[in-house]
C-alpha cells in the first residue's frame, strides 16, 4: 500500500500496517509532522465530546496511546492530567474520567492561579504528546519494520489502471506502485481525490498556535478556559492555542501569579482539515477500488487508535465498527 501523508495520521497507520506485516510506502511533499501536525496543541483526553461517531474513538485515545508508549519505549507523551473551567458559577457535568473539583482542590493542582475557579472539570487520565516527536517516532518504526519512506516527495495524482483499480500514486520523482492507497493528506486530500471523481468534503481551518516564555513550573496540569488552552513544553516555555497573541498574554499574565514576564516567542497558523460535519473520514471509497481516505481535525487525539484500526481493515480484512460512523459514504 502507498500511504500519502506522513502526518501523525498517516504515519500512525504506515507504523501499524508495516507491523502488521504489509509491504508500506509511505510518502510526503516535507518531513515527518511538519505540516498541520506541527500546529496542533496535541491534547489528548476525551474531555468535553460525548457524542457523535468519533466519541467512542476519542473515549479510547488515552489507552490507545499507553499501548503505543509500551510499543514504542520514551515516546514524547506526558500524562499531566487536564483542568477545564468557564466563568459560571454553576458546578460544570463530568464526563467519563473526569471529577468535578472545588477551589481547594484546583489550588493545589494549579497552585500559580491567581484565583482559582468555584468549580473545574478534572481529567487526571488526559495528557498531551510531542506531536512532531511522536510523528519521528512513529515513522522510524515503521521503517524499522521494512516501510519505504519517501520525503521531500509531492505527489501529484493517484494512478489507476483502464478497470479503475488503483496501481499506486505518481510524484514529483516518479511512479510508487501500490493496489492500495491512503489518502491521509490533512486539506490537500480534496486535491487529490477530485481528479478521480471523489469529494472530499474537507475545508481549512484556521489554528493558532502561539509558543510563550514562561518561568519553569508555570503550569502543571493541560489548562483549558474560555481564553485559552495552555500547557508546559519545556522548562521555560508554554504552547497556547487562542485566537490572538496580545489578549492570550493579558489573559495568562492575570490568570497565574509570576506571569508578569511571560512573552510571545512565536506564532504558527496551520490549517486544521474539517470536514462537512466535523467528525472524521475515514474508510475505503466504494466507486473508486483501492482508495481509502483518513482525514478529520482531531489528528493527534485519534491517530494512535485511527492507525491501528485502519491497519486491521486494510491488512487482515476486517471491518471496524469503531469506525462505522467516519465512512465517507456518509456525504
Given at each position: 500500500?502507498?500511504?500519502?501523508?506522513?502526518?501523525i495520521?498517516?504515519?500512525?497507520?504506515?507504523?501499524?500496517?508495516?507491523?502488521?506485516?504489509?509491504?508500506?510506502?509511505?510518502?510526503?511533499?516535507?518531513?515527518?509532522?511538519?505540516?498541520v501536525?506541527a500546529?496542533?496543541?496535541?491534547?489528548?483526553g476525551?474531555?468535553?465530546?460525548?457524542?457523535?461517531?468519533?466519541?467512542g474513538?476519542?473515549?479510547?485515545?488515552?489507552?490507545?496511546?499507553?499501548?503505543?508508549?509500551?510499543?514504542?519505549p520514551?515516546?514524547?507523551?506526558?500524562?499531566?492530567?487536564?483542568?477545564?473551567w468557564?466563568?459560571?458559577?454553576?458546578a460544570?457535568?463530568?464526563?467519563?474520567?473526569?471529577?468535578?473539583?472545588?477551589?481547594?482542590?484546583?489550588?493545589?493542582?494549579?497552585?500559580?492561579?491567581?484565583?482559582?475557579?468555584?468549580?473545574?472539570v478534572?481529567?487526571?487520565g488526559d495528557?498531551?504528546?510531542?506531536?512532531?516527536?511522536?510523528?519521528e517516532?512513529?515513522?522510524?518504526?515503521?521503517?524499522?519494520?521494512?516501510?519505504?519512506?519517501?520525503?521531500?516527495?509531492?505527489?501529484?495524482?493517484?494512478r489507476?489502471?483502464?478497470?479503475?483499480?488503483?496501481?499506486?500514486?505518481?510524484?514529483?520523482a516518479?511512479?510508487?506502485?501500490?493496489?492500495?492507497?491512503?489518502?491521509a493528506?490533512?486539506?490537500?486530500?480534496?486535491?487529490?481525490?477530485?481528479?478521480?471523481?471523489?469529494?472530499?468534503?474537507?475545508e481549512?481551518?484556521?489554528?493558532?498556535?502561539?509558543?510563550?516564555?514562561?518561568?519553569?513550573?508555570?503550569?502543571?496540569?493541560?489548562?483549558?478556559?474560555?481564553?485559552?488552552?495552555?500547557r508546559?513544553?519545556?522548562?521555560?516555555?508554554?504552547?497556547?492555542a487562542?485566537?490572538?497573541?496580545e489578549?492570550?498574554?493579558?489573559?495568562?499574565?492575570?490568570?497565574?501569579?509570576?506571569?508578569?514576564?511571560?512573552?510571545?516567542?512565536?506564532?504558527?497558523?496551520?490549517?486544521?482539515p474539517?470536514?462537512?460535519?466535523?467528525?472524521?473520514?475515514?474508510?475505503?471509497?466504494?466507486e473508486?477500488?483501492?482508495?481509502?481516505?483518513?482525514?478529520?481535525?482531531?489528528?493527534?487525539?485519534l491517530?494512535?487508535?485511527?492507525?491501528?484500526?485502519?491497519?486491521?481493515?486494510?491488512?487482515?480484512?476486517?471491518?471496524?465498527?469503531?469506525?462505522?460512523?467516519?465512512?465517507?459514504?456518509?456525504?
Open positions: 500500500m502507498v500511504v500519502v501523508g506522513a502526518g495520521v498517516g504515519a500512525s497507520v504506515a507504523y501499524h500496517a508495516a507491523r502488521a506485516g504489509a509491504a508500506v510506502t509511505l510518502v510526503d511533499a516535507g518531513r515527518p509532522g511538519a505540516g501536525t500546529d496542533s496543541f496535541a491534547w489528548v476525551a474531555s468535553g465530546v460525548r457524542k457523535g461517531p468519533a466519541a474513538l476519542r473515549a479510547t485515545a488515552t489507552a490507545e496511546y499507553h499501548r503505543l508508549g509500551a510499543e514504542l520514551g515516546l514524547p507523551v506526558t500524562w499531566s492530567g487536564s483542568l477545564s468557564t466563568r459560571e458559577g454553576s460544570p457535568d463530568a464526563g467519563p474520567g473526569q471529577t468535578i473539583v472545588d477551589a481547594a482542590t484546583v489550588a493545589t493542582l494549579e497552585p500559580t492561579l491567581r484565583q482559582p475557579p468555584e468549580w473545574a478534572w481529567a487526571p495528557g498531551a504528546v510531542d506531536s512532531v516527536g511522536v510523528t517516532r512513529l515513522v522510524a518504526a515503521a521503517r524499522t519494520h521494512g516501510a519505504r519512506v519517501h520525503l521531500d516527495t509531492p505527489v501529484t495524482a493517484v489507476r489502471d483502464t478497470a479503475g483499480q488503483i496501481t499506486g500514486v505518481e510524484t514529483a516518479g511512479p510508487l506502485s501500490g493496489a492500495t492507497v491512503v489518502l493528506a490533512g486539506v490537500a486530500t480534496a486535491a487529490l481525490g477530485a481528479p478521480l471523481g471523489v469529494r472530499v468534503p474537507v481549512p481551518s484556521p489554528s493558532p498556535l502561539f509558543r510563550l516564555r514562561a518561568p519553569a513550573g508555570l503550569v502543571r496540569t493541560v489548562v483549558n478556559t474560555e481564553d485559552f488552552d495552555l508546559q513544553v519545556a522548562a521555560d516555555q508554554l504552547i497556547a487562542a485566537d490572538s497573541p489578549r492570550t498574554l493579558a489573559a495568562v499574565r492575570s490568570t497565574f501569579h509570576g506571569a508578569g514576564s511571560v512573552e510571545l516567542l512565536s506564532t504558527r497558523l496551520g490549517a486544521r474539517m470536514p462537512a460535519d466535523g467528525e472524521p473520514i475515514v474508510g475505503p471509497v466504494a473508486v477500488p483501492g482508495l481509502y481516505l483518513a482525514v478529520m481535525h482531531s489528528a493527534v487525539t491517530a494512535a487508535a485511527v492507525g491501528r484500526l485502519v491497519a486491521r481493515e486494510l491488512v487482515d480484512g476486517t471491518v471496524e465498527s469503531a469506525l462505522s460512523g467516519c465512512r465517507p459514504d456518509r456525504f
